[in-house]
């Protein structure tokens, strides 16, 4: 008798996905509630588009600091249950680019940074996030110098984009967006924060020690 392919092939899905499920660690889940809060946050910016309704705006700038105690959580669940892991590691800068990189330029644009200069600057921005924790993820062993922990960080980290969001948030609540033009083309002041806060993350000569 020939064996049912359909649920040969349910068993295997699900034990693979099983077996994805018991692989996460509880730092895990410390991680995924912050891509949560930037994945929110997103949403509350796209509602505030829609509203304008400041309640929206608020809470999506709120929901970035949140994110960063859920990152820092997860590291010292880690280290405290001596259960660090590759799939972590990969998971957290993951969640860090949607938090850090693309809920932040989310929120700037829903405030009006719209321009096309400003995408550019925001797009810039996101990217430097993104290229900052790749270069992290490689260069981390040799970092570590041979312990468990790396000793400290080439470029600002990128949590660190909450400082031009909050300055943000007050110029936009303020009216003072700085609007402009450079050669015709209009854009605003203030989003040559996250050019300077995405150069900031992928300097190599700014090393900040790892608490």
């Known amino acids: 008798m020939k064996p049912n392919r359909e649920n040969f092939s349910k068993k295997h899905f699900s034990k693979k996905h099983f077996s994805m499920i018991r692989s996460f660690q ?39 600091p949140l994110a960063i105690v859920f990152d820092v959580l997860d590291g010292r669940v880690a280290r405290m249950r001596h259960k660090a892991s ?3 590691r ?4 993951l969640a860090d680019v949607i938090s850090f990189g693309v809920a932040p330029a989310a929120i700037a644009f829903s405030v009006g940074l719209r ?22 993820n490689i260069t981390a062993e040799e970092l570590s110098a041979g312990t468990d922990k790396v000793q400290y960080f ?24 700085g609007a402009t033009t450079l050669f015709g083309l209009p854009f605003h002041l203030s989003a040559l924060l996250f050019v300077v806060s995405g150069s900031l993350m992928i300097s190599k000569t700014i090393r900040i020690p790892k608490p």
């Open 26 to 64: 509880l730092a895990d889940l410390f991680t995924i509630a912050n891509g949560c809060c930037g994945l929110a946050a997103m949403f509350h910016s796209m509602r505030y588009v829609d509203s304008l309704e400041p309640g929206h705006l608020y809470l999506a700038t709120a929901l970035i």
């Open 86 to 88: 590759p799939l972590g």
């Open 90 to 93: 990969e998971l957290d800068s």
């Open 115 to 136: 321009t096309a200069l400003d995408q550019v600057m925001l797009t810039y921005f996101a990217v430097c996030g993104l290229s900052r924790l790749a270069r992290y």
């Open 154 to 177: 080439e470029g600002t980290p990128i949590p660190t984009s909450v400082i031009p969001l909050g300055i943000l948030l007050f110029a936009a609540t303020s009216n003072r967006l």
